[in-house]
């Protein structure tokens, strides 16, 4: 099984750029794993264009989520979901637990922590 794990930052290869040449390169990722601070529409164009499960959890910058959640995507931040993942005799399900977020280290973003928290 082959995942795509993503995090912070918006790669131009796989955002703006995208080519059959992509499409390619990528055709053997089962699963995309987002580790926070993305774009929504990001995250909804990667499950759109590989056609496999994204299950992201939020960063310390992803208050934005609950104004517009990611649409097509499983939000495990806090819980364990189970993702179908494959094709044909290669299928099966993987369980994934999300703890997203940070140590709190500012009052500004959301999405951080105390030790107690």
Sequence with gaps: MKIL???DTEERSLWDNWTGATAERLADVSLILSAGDLKAEYLEFLVTMLNVPLVYVRGNHDGMY????TEGCEDADGKV?????GSGSSKHKIR???LGG???YNDEASDMY???E
């Design 5 to 7: 794990l993503i995090s």
């Design 114 to 116: 105390t030790e107690r």
């Design 102 to 104: 940070l140590m709190r």
């Design 66 to 69: 609950d104004e517009r959640p």
């Design 81 to 85: 979901v189970e993702i179908e993942c």
């Design 96 to 98: 994934i637990l999300g």
